[in-house]
């Protein structure tokens, strides 16, 4: 039996090779991806929810694409077992399916609405109905104006916005988005927030890689951090942040005094506020003490931090972690040559 | 499940004929064979046009008169019962009695009046004729001198006795050539047809890598229902080619132009040969447009696929030339090998539809080569899925051309 670092915190117990779960649009234990003996995934484990808003998050080079791309069968794990609705191999399914890659593409001389049928017909809706459901989709979304423009003659955010009318254009039961928000203006990004929560409210499975940890925050039930190919942390949103402890900001009157003994060792003064995290006694010894200690409270305040904390607390964890593997596996240098 | 293939293949297909045809640039794929002929057509007036003004050369005569102008005679009387070029005869001079004639010189200098083209003097008698020309003159036309100075200086007119033709339709060892004629021609139509089209199709994936939708179809279709659907497309387009280039030539065969040297009817009759040319042109494309695409595949540029396109011609070459060199070699292990090897049994097929009427083979070869477009198709495909779906560096590179780790898995 493995059991990942923080698995506690997920409340899941994560095993090789699990019975499949009907519940689960998707189940990926053990991921393995090397290229060139660079090993880009190591051992990733993923369990989505049917109907769930799910986030992979990670930095730069972590391995989203790579799983994702694992997950949709684009390319094929070299160990490691995944599910998706149902099946071991994703491309049976594949026309249950909508993706959204990361590196936009549609065929410049397209129409609009040809792009959209042209992706349908990928999925196996007939040309006609996918015409008719492009052009429904275009008015739908305010781009009807645009449904016989050649693609070339769009702006790039609408050439955006018509693929991605195309990823959902044959009603998939899962889409898989990857960097979805990159490259669209704040108007639509909300604009796809809501389009990924109407998504999710009809039953569809949605997963997405994201490196802007505010839309996960926003939109995720569940998310998994990957860091150097690795995931440290699967599980619920909220589970993230009780990662960390509840951080204290303190205003006092006093500037010194038997009171600041009362603070913990991380605490440091930035202008008029001390900030520490939390101890884990609680908050009543230490408003305790700073009054014992004449620290004459000005104001006191405990946030619980947010999933941007938890995600640099994890992730960097984790890149340490690998930093240290790398060092100790590492050959000795034979000096320059 | 192989429905599903065959209907994702279709899709594709249709897009990429489609994204041809009704571009602007396929009316000059359409016009492009018509340069060279158009041009050769040019060449080919012109050059004859200077053949006939520099490369017809006369014989001056430079004999006593009455010599001079019995050989000119002769010469017209025997010019038409001989085969080969005769050349014209032209009294250059009328000599009296003891007077000489230097014809060296006459030869030596440039524009001769009356005879711009002089190539040749006879001077001397009918009885001892002289001549004088270079070296491979005088041995073209020693024999045609001596035969016309022997009719100018025989006594009265000659009798030759008319000789009854029979003429056969054929021999065994000439329909042997004229088959071996048909096959070649057929072989150079379909290496012509297939060079001319096949190498488009190497750089039919990288408008997919430029767009960036090759991971939306890699995510959608199986690869090779990708790979099917590209070459069945460039195939169609290819036939359209053919199709509006034969309408063209039969209109202008029609309408009176020349037509071309006709060949011995091939050993399967012309019917079903140009049924089997059908065929194995297509079993040819598919071969090396699969190949092409599994090569082209891996290229990620225009420039790639230009630097590709140079070797991929020698290659199309060293086939043709296999196929042609195994024609010349019947019943050797050439031959056999030439039938056998995948890419070359088309062309050596077709040569074999032309001389031998057994249709057995074909059917056979048909399938072989159909096997192997499948088995390359599916190799090219899993190929491209390994080595180009993927975040990380190319496999066997140098490590100076590594991208950073990290960039290697996004």
Known sequence: ?337 | MLRHHFAAAWVVARRDFCAVIFSKTFIFFLIGPLFPVFIGAMAGAIGAQVSRDLDTPVIGIAMPAQDGDKLVAARAGLAPKMAGFVPEYTVLARLEPGERFDARSVLASKGVKGAPQLAAVVTGTLEKPVLTATSERVDQWRGQVALIAAEAGSAGPRTYPDVTADKIATSAAKQHVDLAVTAQAGQVLLFLLTMLLAGMVLSNLVEEKANKIIEVLAASIPMDALFLGKLFAMLAVSLVGIAVWGSVYGALVMFGMKSIPLLATPAVGWSMFLLLGFLYFAMAYLLLGSLFLSIGGMATTVREVQTLSMPVTMMQLMVFFFASYALARPGTWIETASLVFPVSSPFAMLAQAAQSPVLWPHLVALVWQAVWVAVILRTGAQLFRRTVMKSGPARGRRSWFRRPAVAAAR
């Open chain 1, 1 to 337: 039996m493995k059991i990942e670092p923080f698995a506690q915190f997920a409340g899941t117990h994560q095993l090789e090779n699990p019975p499949s779960s009907p519940e689960l649009a998707i189940e990926a234990r053990g991921l393995v991806k090397r290229f060139d003996g660079f090993i880009a995934v190591d051992g990733v484990d993923i369990s989505v929810p049917r109907g769930a808003i799910y986030g992979i998050l990670g930095p730069n080079g972590a391995g989203k694409t790579t799983t994702l791309r694992m997950l949709l069968g684009i390319i094929d794990p070299d160990s490691g077992y995944r599910r998706v609705l149902g099946t071991e191999r994703p491309t049976e399914v594949a026309r249950r399916i909508g993706y959204l890659p990361e590196e936009r593409g549609l065929y410049p001389a397209m129409k609009a609405t040809e792009a959209i049928a042209f992706l349908a017909a990928l999925r196996g809706v007939p040309l006609k109905e996918g015409r008719r459901r492009g052009r429904e989709l275009l008015e739908q979304h305010g781009l009807g104006y645009a449904a016989d423009r050649q693609i070339r003659q769009l702006s790039k955010g609408m050439a955006q916005q018509v693929q991605l009318l195309g990823t959902l254009v044959h009603e998939p039961d899962l889409v898989v988005f990857d960097e979805p928000f990159s490259g669209l203006d704040a108007l639509n990004q909300g604009k796809l927030e809501r389009m990924i929560r109407s998504l999710a409210e009809r039953g569809t499975t949605v997963i997405f890689s994201t490196h802007v940890i505010a839309h996960a925050e926003r939109l995720c039930d569940q998310i998994a951090i990957i860091a150097g190919g690795k995931v440290p942390f699967a599980g619920p949103v909220d589970a993230a942040r009780d990662r960390l402890r509840p951080q204290v900001r303190l205003e006092t009157r006093a500037q010194d005094g038997l009171w600041r003994a009362a603070l913990p060792a991380d605490a440091r003064h930035e202008g008029r506020f001390w900030y520490f995290t939390l101890p884990e006694s609680g908050v009543e010894p230490l408003l305790r003490a700073l009054i014992e200690g004449d620290a004459g409270i000005l104001s006191l305040s405990i946030e619980r931090p947010g999933l941007h904390d938890a995600f640099v607390a994890i992730a960097g964890e984790a890149a340490a972690r690998a930093l240290e593997e790398s060092a100790e596996q590492a050959p000795e240098p034979k000096g320059r040559r």
